[in-house]
């Protein structure tokens, strides 16, 4: 079993949408990455948040972590087209150490 | 700013052969961290060094060995190559072992034939 599902897998969406993209574990993490991938290339990070109950926004993304930091949200407000990309939660069960990624979200955005 | 540099970016080999790839981490950063992405998978915790000390230890074959020198740079060394070993490879690093963001390289695109 995995130690972080991210959820859901794939999505499809229209222009202008809004959306939530989930990463739950049952294990508490040190602190939760959130990436963004394109295909053949690094993922890029989007934010880290470390805190329990912490919220960070980057423009129409809004990043959540749970308050007893197992679980965290990204939620993307009027999407657009450039939004279209590899979505990826990874968290450190302490600080420094190895990243587990929770699978991914590849979301699409239609004009 | 500076990211992390990694290289080849790509790499061809035949089954059986040797492959060096080489990680160059954001300047300051003393901890690297090397992952296997396999196509359609996550990226997959290899090993990582912290001031030139292995770290951690992950799902690395026996064949795979790496380093990071006394610049900081790393170098993962794979040997007795399989098909299976055609991957991508990202090198990541971090400002000391206590700081939690760790910032990726392009990746090396390794294929093995």
């Known amino acids: 079993t995995q130690l972080l599902e991210q959820s859901p897998q794939f999505l499809s969406i229209q222009e202008g949408e809004n959306l939530t993209v989930y990463c739950n574990s049952s294990?508490?993490?040190?602190?939760l990455q959130w990436y963004r991938q394109e295909p053949g290339e690094g993922p890029v990070l989007l934010v880290t948040?470390?805190?329990?109950?912490e919220v960070k926004k980057l423009k129409r993304l809004t990043f959540q972590f749970g308050d007893a930091r197992k679980d965290s949200s990204l939620h993307i407000t009027a999407a657009q087209p450039g939004d279209t990309g590899l979505y990826l939660c990874?968290?450190?069960?302490?600080?420094?150490?190895?990243?587990?990624f929770g699978g991914g979200t590849r979301l699409m955005v239609k004009p | 700013a500076a990211g992390v540099i990694q290289s080849p970016r790509h790499l061809i080999k035949e089954k059986r052969e040797t492959a060096t790839l080489k990680c160059y981490p954001i300047?300051?950063?003393?901890?690297v961290y090397w992952y296997q992405q396999g196509p359609g998978q996550d990226p997959q915790f290899l090993i990582s060094?912290?001031?030139?000390?292995?770290?951690d230890k992950g799902s690395i074959p026996d064949r795979f060995s790496a380093q990071q020198f006394s610049d900081y740079h790393s170098e993962l060394n794979m040997s007795s190559l399989e098909l299976g070993d055609s991957a991508l490879y990202f090198c990541?690093?971090?400002?000391?072992?206590?700081?939690?963001?760790?910032?990726f390289g392009p990746g090396t695109r390794l294929t093995v034939l």
């Open positions: 990874a968290g450190d069960r302490r600080a420094g150490n190895m990243l587990t």
């Open positions: 300047p300051r950063h003393d901890t």
């Open positions: 948040v470390v805190t329990g109950g």
């Open positions: 060094f912290y001031e030139k000390m292995q770290s």
């Open positions: 294990s508490v993490f040190s602190s």
């Open positions: 990541a690093s971090s400002l000391g072992r206590l700081r939690d963001t760790q910032y």
